[in-house]
């Protein structure tokens, strides 16, 4: 069982409490229904499913119920590191091997 | 009476404390701290099993949990029949009672042992090349019969009666293994006053110090040692000690999963005690000691019994003081067969003659034997093993060819070397490294933090195991934030050191041969299997393994992992490393069931939720079905009635009366705050700014796929506060998607959501006499058709506790769904049936609302819905907000496939035959001519028996089917086509006059 730490409750809770949410930094468009064919498939059908590090949303279901952001390593289940709903994709990973 | 191979004066058990048991049917004498494998062995017994595929005679061939044969039927009662235990591991008790496996009809004539005659038959792959034609005969007779042939034990007739406990545990420092570097390891770590847990799958802890009998530690004999440090760990409050655990997983994160043996050891254990115990640890460190495990060495007939691993012989006597034999035979490549030798000659048993197939060697131990008089035959191989039931031979011949020489023995002790226990090391997703010289896999690279140490490191020799695990110890609690230890490191005075011997088949099991030369026991895999394997064209190790099944049995190859590797290796010319080794999984042995489960079985495996009128329900004979994790009353029969006279009554009666539902279990939702109005915009398909205070609205929640997500009537209390129902089922979910979408994607509103479902009780009162029924109890609340208009909601009093009071319908009837504090929800009931039944009306469950709805066209999400639903498709056009520019769904409800002609519709069907009720789920075709495969344009959603209409009616999905209304339509069931016709949706009151009635 992982540990995560959740970043509003700011501490390490085993995975039981988590509930994954899919990946991260998928904004909706402000305005959907303009959206075109093409970009209404990046946003709701496309995803990656890289081998390495994902970006991720987890929500903190069974605590703090806040949802929030988890970059995570798809190889080893490390998760790198983690940080509130709405702050930007980290330029620099802790520790970053590759 | 002692038993005929105890030897008196060897071991450490107290002859005193005697215990009997039983071996298929026959009693014996064992002791007290025996395993059933040293107990039997005592008496002589070897055999006590029969392979899985051959069915050949199979005896005991270790001393612990790598026990590939003697698997055994535990036997307590009907409840407690426990199958493929094995001997090695289960401590005898007295009274015990064991069977063995997989023999009919007796263990010594065994029928099945013909297919050790017909053994080309079951070579390797033989299940998918034997059985492959013709194809019907797989199913009909050869599974059934392999299945009566194969499997191991038979399992018990009634539900586990035991109970089996579950704890988590925390530490700075996990030690897995209690022998001599556990338990170094743990003592260096506990002296940092850090927690310490200490656990060894044994019920003695000292791993390999109970047979290795030169070793002294700090001036006592090892053993002893031992049993000192664990006295000293015990006492201390930081460590937790733990014997009979296995550690079987080594999951992320340090976290570890131990199983440990409560009571299968104790004669009479108790209800109190648990079966088993599992303990799931977070460790700041683990600290891997693990050991190592022999290897046997792969000739003709090495599984004959009473050929078993020198270290297991060396147990049976240094520990549990049994002979395994009277005139032994030795077969080895490696030297720590010598010391079996030799202790088994001081203790007065004869040794034959060792064979050793290396040419020279020399050790301190081989001079030792030589100097006790003892056969020593270098360079020379055991080729054969003679015997049936119990070894009584072995034929010996220089490795390179030359006359044979055949030696009488009643027992063969086999070393091949020492396989590291890497086991939990790899599940912990380290990589194993091949050390060339010592040829054996030792951890490599780490994935956590955790640290081998001693024979499971390859690390060779008690001092320097001692001195390694030690330090480890010392740095893991170090590392974790422990204080620098006071105590001092033990100290070695005399330890045994072994290592080399072989990997793969000896002489006599060489390419060409044809003799059965076991790799793995369990799933009789011999070297000619793996061999065909190869030359079959399984190049890889993965390949070989399933092919063969080697190492694929519960045992996991712990013995013949390494052996098959090598095997292949050298078929395929390869060095060992590039053939690889398979990947270790969890559990390291076989874990229970129950063990796993843990309580959570019977009424704790699931919670059960129970609404406030439960009890009432259940007074008044309701049956009830399960919804979710609810239990909901289904419906209410009166004396003599079945189910479909009750429901009828009930339609028939809230139609005609009125009646009354407990709608509970419907999901609420309060939604507040300035933007609460704006937030259900977005959320739903409808328009809510203009909706006034005090009205309700039936809204439709979409995905973003477009697709139905959910419906339920909404109440809006004030102009920041709107009450939301949802389906019962979907409760969580739309709150999990409405908190989703107000954290992440509109976070700018201001508005709270806060699950209500349980804070309030739901009693809907339907029928024409719904408000007379109702009104006498209320108080503050204008209940007129004028102040309180069908779809409204006030707030006030019932039998003076607050209420919500709606007015809304599932019935198509005048309706009321009453709302009020959960706990008082069963006396308002009660008030409430007391008035109605002044008025004659029913109390109707499930079942009824069901068919009321269903008359009335009113879907239910989920199952005339299924996903990929859109409010169109379902009839619902007039609940999207033409003049919205934005909603959840917005963009999915344009997509091409959404918008495009011939989409399933929901449609009403007739059958032509009123008094025949469809089958919901049952395909719908145009042409029941059609050649098969037919042509499905749809499916039954709802289907039920309309008292009401006199008639069955139905509800279905229809390829275009709103442009087949009148059309004739078809129903393929297995006993025959039934003829539908298309109608609109709403059988009952089609201009909704009733509302009103
Ligand atoms: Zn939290």
Known sequence: MLLIRCPYCEEERPELEFRNAGEAHIARPTNIAAESDDDFEKFFFIRANPKGVIYERWRHIHGCARFFNAVRDTVTDKFVMTYKAGEPKPAKLPGASK | ?997
């Not at chain 2, 002791?31 to 051959?54: C, P």
């Not at chain 2, 545990?169 to 002296?191: F, K, S, T, Y």
């Not at chain 2, 003599?640 to 609420?668: I, P």
């Open chain 2, 1 to 997: 009476m002692t038993a005929l191979f105890r030897i008196s004066g060897a071991g450490r058990l107290s002859q005193a404390k005697t215990a009997s048991f039983r071996f298929d049917g026959k009693s014996y004498a064992g002791i007290e701290g025996d395993t059933l494998a040293s107990a039997l062995l005592a008496n002589g017994v070897h055999l006590v099993g029969r392979s899985f595929k051959y069915h050949r005679p199979r005896g005991v061939l270790s001393a612990g949990a790598e026990e590939p044969n003697a698997l055994v039927q535990i036997v307590r009662d009907d409840a407690r029949k426990t199958p493929n235990v094995r001997a090695t591991v289960q401590e005898l008790y007295d009274g015990l009672t064991a069977h063995s496996q997989n023999r009919w009809p007796s263990l010594a004539f065994d029928v099945g042992a013909v297919n050790d005659v017909a053994s080309p038959l079951f070579s390797a792959g033989f299940y998918y090349k034997t059985f492959m034609w013709p194809k019907w005969a797989w199913k009909d007779l050869y599974e059934p019969n392999i299945r009566a042939a194969a499997g191991l034990g038979v399992s018990p007739e009634k539900p586990d009666p035991d109970h089996y406990a579950a704890r988590y545990a925390h530490c700075e420092v996990l030690v897995l293994g209690g022998g001599a570097a556990g338990i170094a390891a743990a003592l260096a770590a506990a002296e940092t006053g850090v927690r310490v847990i200490l656990a060894d799958e044994q019920a003695e802890f000292g791993g390999s110090l109970r047979f290795e009998s030169g070793a002294r530690i700090d001036g006592q004999d090892g053993y002893a040692w031992a049993q000192g440090a664990i006295a000293k760990l015990k006492a201390m409050d930081n460590v937790r000690v733990l014997s009979r655990t296995t550690a079987f997983g080594y999951y992320a994160q340090n976290f570890v999963g131990l199983v440990e043996r409560v009571s299968d050891h104790l004669k009479s254990p108790g209800r109190e005690l648990a079966r088993e115990r599992l303990w799931q640890v977070r460790a700041g460190r683990v600290v891997i000691a693990t050991g190592a495990i022999e290897r046997h060495m792969v000739f003709a007939n090495n599984d004959r019994p009473g050929v078993m691993l020198a270290s297991a012989a060396r147990t049976y006597l240094n520990h549990y003081g049994v002979a395994v034999g009277r005139n032994v035979g030795v077969y080895t490549a490696n030297d720590s067969a010598y010391a079996a030798a030799i202790d088994l000659k001081k203790a007065g048993v004869n040794i034959a003659a060792i064979v050793d197939l290396r040419d020279n060697p020399t050790c301190p131990v081989i001079d030792e034997a030589r100097a006790l008089g003892i056969e020593i035959n270098f360079g020379r191989a055991v080729v054969s093993a003679g015997g049936k039931l119990r070894v009584s031979s072995m034929t010996v011949q220089p490795k390179n060819g030359g006359g044979e020489r055949t030696i009488p023995v009643d027992a063969i002790l086999m070393s091949a070397g020492w396989t590291p226990s890497v086991h939990l090391f790899s599940q912990s997703r380290g990589k194993v490294a091949f050390n060339d010289e010592t040829k054996r896999f030792v951890p490599g690279t780490y994935a956590q933090d955790c640290v081998s140490v001693g024979a499971s490191n390859g690390t060779d020799g008690l001092d320097a195991t001692v001195d390694e695990a030690y330090a480890a110890g010392a740095k893991a609690a170090k590392d974790a934030g422990g204080k620098a230890g006071k105590g001092a490191k033990p100290k070695v005075d005399a330890g045994e050191s072994w290592s080399r011997g072989m990997l793969g088949a000896a002489p006599g099991a060489g390419p060409g041969t044809t003799v059965k030369a076991f790799v793995d026991f369990q799933n009789d895999v011999t070297a000619k299997d793996i061999r065909q394997a190869v030359h079959e064209g399984m190049h890889s190790i993965e390949h070989v393994k399933r092919f063969t099944t080697n190492g694929m049995a519960t045992d996991q190859g712990k013995t013949s992992n390494m052996h098959g590797l090598a095997i292949a290796a050298e078929e395929l010319g390869k060095p060992i490393p590039q053939v690889g080794l398979t990947t270790f999984r969890a559990p390291y042995t076989p874990v229970t069931f129950g063990s796993i489960v843990g309580h959570a079985r019977g009424a704790l495996f699931d919670p059960t939720r129970r609404t406030a009128t439960h009890g009432w329900a259940a007074s008044q004979g309701a049956v009830f079905e399960d919804v979710g994790h609810w239990k909901r009353a289904w419906y209410f029969p009166k004396a003599g009635e079945d189910m479909h006279a009750a429901v009828n009554r009930e339609c028939v009666t809230v139609r005609k009366v009125g009646g009354l539902f407990d709608a509970s279990t419907l999901g609420k939702i309060e939604v507040v705050g300035p933007d609460a109005a704006k937030f259900m915009e977005l959320l739903y398909t409808n328009p809510w700014e203009k909706l006034e205070t005090g009205r309700c609205r039936y809204g439709i929640m979409l995905r973003e796929d477009g697709f139905i997500y959910d419906d339920g009537v909404v109440g809006r209390l004030a102009p920041d506060r709107f009450h939301v129902t949802t389906t019962t089922g979907g409760a969580p979910r739309v709150m999990n998607h409405m908190e989703d979408y107000l954290q992440t994607e509109f976070p700018h509103l201001n508005v709270w959501l806060t699950s209500i479902t349980e804070q309030w009780a739901v009693i809907a009162v339907q029928g024409p006499k719904s408000r007379d029924i109702i009104a006498p109890l209320v108080e503050g609340i204008d209940m007129s058709d004028e102040a309180m208009p069908h779809m409204s909601v006030r707030e006030g009093k019932i039998c003076g506790v607050p209420t919500r009071l709606f007015r809304m319908s599932f019935t198509g009837e005048r309706g009321f769904e009453v709302n009020v504090p959960a706990d008082y929800g069963e006396a308002v009931w009660e008030a409430l049936w007391a008035e109605g039944q002044k008025h004659g009306a029913t109390a109707y469950g499930t079942e009824t609302m069901h068919v009321l709805r269903a008359e009335k066209g009113y879907i239910i999400v989920g199952q005339d819905t299924d996903g990929t639903v859109t409010p169109n498709d379902a009839g619902l056009d007039w609940a999207v907000g033409k003049k919205k520019t934005d909603f959840v769904g917005i963009r999915g409800l344009t997509r091409s496939d959404l918008v495009a002609k011939g989409r399933k519709q929901l449609v009403g069907l007739k059958t032509k035959d009123p008094k025949v009720v469809l089958e919901e789920g049952a395909q719908i075709v145009a042409d029941p001519k059609q050649p098969i495969p037919m042509k499905m344009i749809g499916h039954v959603t709802s289907s039920y028996w309309s008292e009401n209409c006199g008639r069955s009616i139905a509800l279905a999905l229809v390829a275009g089917g709103r442009d087949r209304m009148g059309q004739t339509l078809y129903v393929p069931m297995p006993n025959g086509t039934i003829e539908v016709e298309v109608t609109g949706m709403v059988f009952v009151d089609e201009k909704g006059e009733r509302l009103n009635g």
